[in-house]
């Protein structure tokens, strides 16, 4: 039953990024794209993580698609603007399409063994040896718990870039109603 509600959540979110891409108005691509987010959420909180999901619908959904409309509204791109739909941007599509799939056709080759045999280059490396750190770092987290895990990193080794991003996106609202203030 979980897979078949990932893959609705994953259809979701491929259909809605697409329609964000190809939408001609503004408006109607931030709202495809709140959508996308909303159905990679769901797909955190089936993966067991609800700590990013929710972080997610908070953040990405809520924060930033106010600002994407905010910017949206305050440059005045309700109208639609003409679009690079030429024979060119139809070959440079399908050449970029045509490299994602080679991608992760090569992708999906690859096996946890395989992979632990070209980190080490030993042909029987031993997958659980070898990604030992990672699971340490798991039990970890599970002894903090999951917010713990991102707070403590968060406020102690990136505490200055945490910061500095704050700093930086008041400045940003700062220049945005100093420029919306001279149109006015």
């Known amino acids: 039953m979980t897979e078949v509600v990932f893959y609705v959540f994953a259809t979701i979110a491929v259909v809605s990024a697409a329609l964000c891409i190809l939408q001609r108005s503004a408006v109607s691509a931030a709202l495809w794209l709140v959508t996308t987010m909303f159905s990679l959420a769901g797909i955190y909180v ?30 005045n791109i309700g109208h639609s603007t003409p679009d690079l739909r030429g024979s060119s941007m139809v070959g440079a ?34 997958p659980a040896a070898l990604f030992a750190a990672g699971q340490a ?37 700062v220049g945005a109603v100093v420029l919306a203030k001279r149109k006015v």
């Open 46 to 75: 089936l993966l067991g993580a609800q700590f990013i999901a929710a972080v997610q619908v908070l953040v990405y959904a809520g924060a930033v698609m106010v600002l994407f409309l905010f910017v949206i509204m305050l440059l």
């Open 93 to 126: 599509t399908v050449v970029v399409v045509g490299l994602l799939v080679v991608e992760l056709a090569t992708l999906w080759r690859y096996t946890p063994r395989r992979l632990a045999a070209e980190i080490t280059g030993t042909p029987l490396a031993n």
């Open 137 to 173: 770092a798991q039990q970890e987290t599970a002894a903090r718990g999951v917010v713990g895990g991102v707070a403590a990193p968060l406020f102690q080794q990136y505490l200055v870039p945490f910061e500095a991003t704050s700093v930086l996106l008041l400045s940003a609202i």
